[in-house]
């Protein structure tokens, strides 16, 4: 298993991945979920306050992604984290986010912030052990949006 950075090719590996995972866990969440980011990664998510990175099998198979995008010149969004069925409860999601959260030091940013609907309870149990703090929870008539933030130091 490897955690690195995305590339071209992984395109449709992450394509593959998401759609599956949200046609199949989140089908009456769609409303909440855009996926014209996905089909233009590297546009995307390649500016200087971006990033974006890959779970990798031994088979080389995209198992997980994250993604990070810049909200302001003190703060990113962390978006994207997936991890298909295989590979959860084994630490993966866990060094997807730690992965993000060292990227998002580097590049200085004070805060880090997620944002999740309220069947995303494993992820957001992921980003509380982590240290995140829920800020704000949205009602949008049928779904709720919770905002977690992590103070960076």
């Known amino acids: ?6 590339k071209l090719d992984d395109s449709e590996g992450v394509k593959n991945l998401i ?8 089908p009456f969440d769609k409303a909440a979920y855009s996926d014209s980011d996905i089909n233009d990664i590297s546009g995307v998510y390649g500016g200087t306050g971006d990033a974006f990175v890959v779970l ?3 088979s080389h198979n ?6 990070i995008k ?30 993000a959260i060292e990227i998002c030091k580097k590049k200085q940013y004070k805060y880090l912030v997620f ?9 957001m149990e992921l980003c509380k052990k982590r240290g995140f703090k829920q800020e704000e929870e949205l009602d949008l008539g049928g779904f ?3 905002k977690l ?3 960076l130091k």
């Not at 995209?62 to 993604?67: C, E, S």
């Open 1 to 6: 298993m490897q955690i690195r950075a995305y």
């Open 19 to 26: 759609l599956g995972i949200l046609s199949e866990e989140y």
């Open 56 to 58: 990798e099998d031994k």
């Open 62 to 67: 995209v198992v997980g992604t994250i993604g």
């Open 70 to 99: 810049k909200e302001s010149d003190n703060s990113a969004l962390v978006r994207r984290l997936f991890l298909d069925k295989e590979h959860r409860k084994k630490g993966y999601g866990g060094q997807l986010l730690d992965a």
């Open 115 to 123: 944002r999740a609907t309220g069947r995303m309870k494993a992820a």
């Open 144 to 146: 709720t949006i919770h």
């Open 149 to 151: 933030i992590l103070e």
